[in-house]
């Protein structure tokens, strides 16, 4: 007969062993306890982490033992789903095995998977980000492209302008030829004009 209370105390002792700093046992009727689960360091040091809940069963490791998430980092609820739907899994295929160290290993593949996911998301934003001002850079050195249409739309306002700019030239004009004295207008103020050329004549 298997003797399923000295399984899980030999498992238990291993836990503690390869888990030194995240292994914390929560009490002993029934053997409950946690381990906490990180991925290495992804980009900025970031990493994503979550703290599993064990408890076993009476008759573990023949039944699958109990698990939760009880506290997670950088995680999203997706993320959350796909961790218990594979511990399920594992501890399916794993059933009549101890089998702790197996589940918490396959979260931390998991969990390594996110962050390279995390990783590949924020380097496609980031190329979509220089692709979008490259486009921007070329728009702006691009200019408009020449079509019949707003050529002559350009051509009809130049046309205007140039014409206005005649106009306004031809007022100028106007206005100081008022301004300016005809020969007439000159003999008129200046009496002395009138004999001004007899004296040339007489010399």
Do not use: C
Request: charged share 35%; aromatic share 8%.
């Amino acid at each position: 007969m298997t003797d399923y209370s000295e399984e899980q105390r030999n498992e238990l002792e291993a836990l503690e062993s390869i888990y030194p700093d995240s292994f914390t046992v929560l009490s002993e009727k029934p053997t409950t306890f946690t381990i906490t689960v990180t991925s290495e360091a992804g980009e900025n040091d970031e990493t994503v982490q979550t703290t599993l809940k064990f408890t076993y069963r009476k008759k573990y490791p023949d039944e699958t033992p109990l698990y939760e998430i009880v506290s997670q980092e950088n995680l999203d609820d997706n993320d959350v789903t796909d961790i218990i739907k594979l511990l399920e899994q594992q501890a399916e295929e794993n059933l009549g095995m101890v089998m702790i160290f197996t589940l918490v290993s396959a979260v931390q593949e998991k969990l390594n998977e996110i962050v390279d996911q995390i990783k590949t998301r924020r380097e496609e934003e980031k190329k979509q980000k220089e692709r979008e001002a490259e486009e921007e850079e070329k728009q702006r050195f691009h200019g408009t492209p020449v079509t019949i249409e707003n050529f002559l739309n350009w051509k009809a306002k130049f046309d205007a302008e140039l014409l206005e700019i005649k106009r306004k030239k031809m007022k100028e004009e106007e206005q100081a030829g008022k301004n300016k004295l005809s020969g007439k207008q000159l003999f008129e103020m200046d009496h002395n004009l009138d004999t001004s050329d007899i004296q040339f004549l007489e010399e």
